[in-house]
């Protein structure tokens, strides 16, 4: 094959590959982020006549974007690569992919400040709902926190009408700094009929199917929307419950908890981005170093 073929031969390839990520879901920023990602990598290569790259050929580009570029852009590079090569893999292009194993660089970012719960904490707090209106609309709140990796703020804003069935259960979220639900999260199946249930009692206090999904159950104020302070409480209510104490475990700790949860499971980094619906890979890069780190430490690697 020539090289003009060799080069058309790529780019196909390429383009395959971007029209997969984009079936899969990935989203817009992320796909483009890739793309420069490879297109910086395959610069490289021509510009050292390389034309079958190998691990070490790889290992040598991340050693050299360190010297121009953040962690985070180096890292994203060594993402887009895996992924290309898994692709051309998958596809019976190539036998091996000589981008696994290669690691990325440390971010220097901090550890998140919200400690994750244990799964046991999670069960212990989903437990702490009784059968009462109270516990049913609680463990709603928290099955959608715990399952779903829903915000409080994105629990305050959602509405009966958000809730939509396309052979799934989904619910539109409205998250930070929007105004209009414009992402969905699939609620597990087995987690449907906690939603149902809460439904059947949300209409006997509001006796209609649209409005704030989750209301206020107190003399003040019952039957409005149930307010992000509130909503803070109950879950903070529910750890003591459960014999959770540590301050660094809030309300935000069960999106955490999901999120990570969703990496040591084995989602991919596309699942855990579009599952987090964070805008930029950055973000949940910082939880897929976070959980690797804590997974696979190098320090249960001694031996003496």
């Known amino acids: 094959m020539g ?10 390839w390429i383009d395959a590959w971007l029209d997969d990520l984009k079936m899969r879901g990935a989203f817009d920023k992320t796909i483009e982020a890739y793309r420069r990602g490879l297109v910086r990598f395959m610069r ?7 034309a079958e790259p190998t691990s070490a050929d790889i290992a040598f580009f991340r050693d050299d974007l360190k010297e121009r570029y953040s962690a985070q852009t180096v890292n994203l590079s060594l993402s887009a690569l895996r992924s290309f090569y ?3 893999l998958e596809n019976g292009a190539i036998s091996y992919s000589p981008a696994m194993g290669i690691r990325g660089i ?5 550890y998140h400040k919200r400690a994750n719960l244990s799964d046991g904490e999670v069960r212990d707090v989903l437990e702490t709902c009784d059968q009462s209106v109270q516990g049913i609309r609680d463990r709603a709140i928290l099955t959608l926190m715990a399952y779903c990796g829903l915000r409080t703020v994105e629990v305050h804003r959602a509405n009966v009408e958000d809730l939509k069935t396309n052979g799934r259960l989904l619910l539109w979220v409205q998250g930070k700094g929007r105004a209009e639900p414009d992402d969905f999260v699939v609620i597990p199946v087995d987690q449907e009929r906690v939603i149902r249930y809460w439904l059947a009692e949300r209409a006997k206090i509001a006796g209609e ?7 206020s159950l107190s003399r003040q104020n019952k039957g409005e929307r149930l307010s992000t302070r509130a909503i803070h409480d109950l879950v903070k209510n529910h750890y003591e419950q459960a014999g959770i104490h540590d301050p660094k475990k809030t309300a935000h700790s069960l999106r955490h ?3 990570s949860n969703v990496i040591t499971h084995g989602g991919t980094p596309m699942q855990a981005q579009a599952f987090a619906r964070h805008k930029t890979f950055d973000t949940t890069l910082g939880y897929i170093h976070e959980v690797n780190r804590l997974a696979a430490p190098a320090e249960d690697l001694i031996s003496y």
């Open 106 to 110: 440390r971010s220097g970012k901090r």
């Open 257 to 259: 908890s999901a999120i």
């Open 209 to 215: 199917e649209k409005g704030a999904l989750f209301l």
């Open 44 to 50: 490289w290569l021509f510009e050292r006549g390389i």
């Open 86 to 88: 898994r692709y051309l």
């Open 3 to 12: 090289e003009n073929e060799l080069m058309i031969a790529t780019q196909n």
